[in-house]
Nanobody, 130 residues
Framework: QVPLVESGGGSVQAGGSLRLSCDAS????????MAWFRQVPGKKREGVAA?????????SYADSVKGRFTISRDNDKNIIYLEMSSLKPEDTAMYYC??????????????????????WGQGTQVTVSS
């Protein structure tokens, strides 16, 4: 059973938009930190965005996507979204949803190191053409 299921990837032209979804309704472990990472073949996995799901739902972003991507959560359905706009060819990658390691403080919920996240989805491919 895959506890995190991504969807919404596809092919778009530069400047376009996509919305990725991560269905975490089947995720059994308690965490208050969810994130999106991406990876290009041959390169290290890169953090994109994270959301602390308690309190005011603090979000954080990689510099490369600030102002273009938005992470959010549907509390009722336990789905994490990544709204991507003004897409660039360099955004092309496999995008992964990730669950944090238990309960963390907001300052420690950030898309910095994949070592901070213990469960991953299977990924959804995003391809942006110029």
């Amino acid at each position: 059973q895959v506890p995190l299921v991504e969807s919404g990837g596809g092919s778009v032209q530069a400047g376009g938009s996509l919305r990725l979804s991560c269905d975490a309704s089947g995720y059994k472990y308690r965490t208050n930190c969810m994130a999106w990472f991406r990876q290009v073949p041959g390169k290290k996995r890169e953090g994109v965005a994270a959301i602390h799901t308690a309190g005011d739902e603090r979000t954080s972003y990689a510099d490369s996507v600030k102002g273009r991507f938005t992470i959010s959560r549907d509390n009722d359905k336990n789905i994490i979204y990544l709204e991507m706009s003004s897409l660039k060819p360099e955004d092309t990658a496999m995008y992964y949803c990730a669950a944090g390691d238990g309960l963390v403080l907001p300052a420690y919920c950030a898309p910095v190191s994949d070592d901070d996240f213990i469960d991953w989805g299977q990924g959804t491919q995003v391809t942006v053409s110029s």
